[in-house]
């Protein structure tokens, strides 16, 4: 906004002189005002008595007059001076208005301006935005399909996987089967052929001393149990069956229970004769663990632990035929034919 307090336009100071200013009025009315009033005290101390001249009376008038003329003048110029003065005023507050008025438009217009130029902005900053997002949404929609197509690529890489992972577990089963089969059928013709040739054996070798080793292992009753212990005042399980047998019939076979069982030859359940070794597993430890003698009649003669010592007990108690694990022959003629057949 423009100032227009106290301004004067260029034209009304050209048209009024500066000699009718208000100050300098009122002092010329001022001076005027003493002038009379010490010309009226010297006329009145002037006698009456004698009478003026005529020289002396015009020069009073002709004062008179010019004073009269100057009062006038000084009249007419304070009535010139107000009228400047009024006019001047009304011209200042119509430029004043109009500086007004121009301001204010210049305000409006600078308003106008920046509300249009906001305007603008914001409708610049609306495109942009919508702009954005709609690239963004484009981005995202490029990102799902490519993340789509590599999910459907992969679970096809998946599913050709475990197409090729299921035939090949089923050529394998395939194979394991068959194998298994083959296996089957030669353990089984092998074990039908041990058995004719075990027939045979027993047959021509009748004087087994199983009797004695049944009865030698019963004698030994009552014993007392020691681990590790191999003679009468101490058996454990291997230890008892490799004395009764050395004792017996002089047939050395190793030392623990784990190599007695791969020592002999084996035998079905339905086959077993007094003399036959019968085997444990996962007793007090994982394996073969445990070794008995067969007595016949479903019972067998065993160390059985520190508190039981040397005793009968039968096969198919809920324990033992739980921990079964097979049955061995290893009388002196047996091995030596089962050597041959090796």
């Known amino acids: 906004m423009l100032s227009t307090k106290n301004h004067t336009p260029s034209f009304l100071a050209r ?13 010329s009315t001022a001076l005027l005002g ?16 004698h009478p003026a001249p005529a020289a002396q009376a015009q020069a009073h008038n002709a004062r008179l007059a010019h004073l009269h003329a100057a009062q006038a003048h000084l009249a007419a110029q304070s009535a010139r001076q107000s009228t400047t003065v009024a006019a001047q005023r009304v011209a200042l507050a119509v430029h004043n208005t109009r500086l007004a008025q ?7 217009r600078g308003r106008t301006t920046q ?22 949404q484009q981005h995202m929609a490029m990102a799902e399909v490519k993340t789509q197509r590599t999910l459907t690529a992969r679970a096809k890489k998946m599913a050709q996987r475990q197409q090729k992972l299921a035939l090949a577990q089923r050529k394998a089963q395939i194979k394991i089967a068959q194998a298994q089969r083959k296996a089957q059928i030669k353990i089984a013709v092998a074990r039908q052929q041990s058995l004719v040739r075990l027939a045979k054996l027993e047959s021509q070798n009748s004087s087994l001393g199983s009797g004695n080793v049944v009865m030698a292992a019963y ?4 014993s007392r149990y020691v681990m590790g212990g191999t003679s009468r005042s101490g058996f454990d399980c291997s230890g008892f069956v490799r004395y009764v047998l050395s004792t017996t019939d002089g047939v050395s076979i190793p030392r623990t229970a784990a190599e007695q069982y791969y020592h ?12 036959d ?18 007595a016949g009649e ?28 097979g049955a061995r022959r290893v009388l002196p003629s047996v091995m030596r034919q089962a050597a041959f057949l090796r």
């Open 277 to 294: 070794l019968v085997f444990f597993k996962n007793t007090y430890k994982r394996g073969i663990s445990h070794v008995g003698i067969y």
């Open 264 to 275: 002999g030859l084996p035998i079905p359940v339905q086959s077993m004769e007094p003399g």
């Open 115 to 136: 509300m249009q130029t906001a305007s603008v902005r914001l409708m610049h900053a609306r495109k942009m935005a919508l702009l954005k997002s709609v690239l963004g």
């Open 15 to 27: 048209s009024v002189p500066r000699i009718f200013s208000p100050c300098r009025l009122l002092a």
């Open 34 to 49: 003493s002038f009379a009033a010490l010309l009226a005290p010297a006329q009145a101390a002037r006698p009456f008595a």
């Open 102 to 108: 121009k301001a204010r438009l210049a305000a409006l």
């Open 298 to 325: 479903g019972k067998f003669i065993h160390a059985a632990n520190s508190h039981k010592g040397v005793r009968m007990d039968l096969l198919n108690a809920p324990y033992y035929w739980s921990h079964f694990a």
């Open 219 to 222: 004698a030994l009753r009552g």
